[in-house]
């Protein structure tokens, strides 16, 4: 199992951006460290803020309820329906999401089921694996409560152009 908690983040400038961590006290030691920095201008002065997320029309989280105001929410291009997002687009983002996850943990192979129980049932410590199961075996740990997730198996770039 991989836990990584995605954090809204902005600079002393205003500059928006999206972090990926481990814990928030991974956040917090590599903001300490000045590890963070702005994508845009590269100042390490970082901070969470709320998520602008908008789903059916509602207010982002954070605004003060009632409909968004145009600045706090880009409007979708006039071409293009809200929410609607290109194929290829969301299968690289789904690819970018799949290898952070490969990235922070740790691949146990076949013994992916056995490993998953040694940690679930304190026998082994607490890291994100990663491997292979069975469908089976995916069911029997979902029914012991242990919670797993399948990754797919994306199709490459080339094979979707």
């Avoid at 509602?58 to 997002?85: F, T, Y």
């Avoid at 994100?128 to 199961?133: D, E, L, P, S, V």
């Avoid at 029997?140 to 242990?146: P, Q």
Wanted: proline residues 6%; negative net charge; glycine residues 6%.
């Amino acid at each position: 199992m991989v836990a990584i908690i995605i954090y809204d983040l902005e600079c002393e400038y205003s500059h928006r951006f999206e972090g990926w961590f481990r814990s928030n006290e991974d956040f917090d030691d590599q903001r300490e460290q000045k590890l963070l920095t702005c994508p845009e201008c590269g100042t390490s002065a970082i901070r969470k803020v709320p998520s602008r997320i908008n789903i059916g029309g509602k207010a982002p989280v954070g605004s003060k309820g009632g409909e968004a105001k145009s600045a706090d929410v880009p409007a979708a291009p006039a071409a293009q329906k809200p929410n609607s997002v290109d194929v290829a687009t969301a299968f690289v983002m789904a690819r970018q999401a799949i290898q952070a996850l490969i990235n922070h943990s740790e691949d146990v192979g076949d013994r992916f089921a056995e490993e998953a129980r040694k940690i679930h049932y304190e026998e082994a410590p607490i890291r994100a694996i990663r491997g292979q199961a069975s469908p089976e075996e995916f069911e029997e740990l979902r029914d012991e409560g242990i919670e797993v997730i399948a990754l797919p198996v994306l199709p490459s770039e080339e094979e979707l152009n």
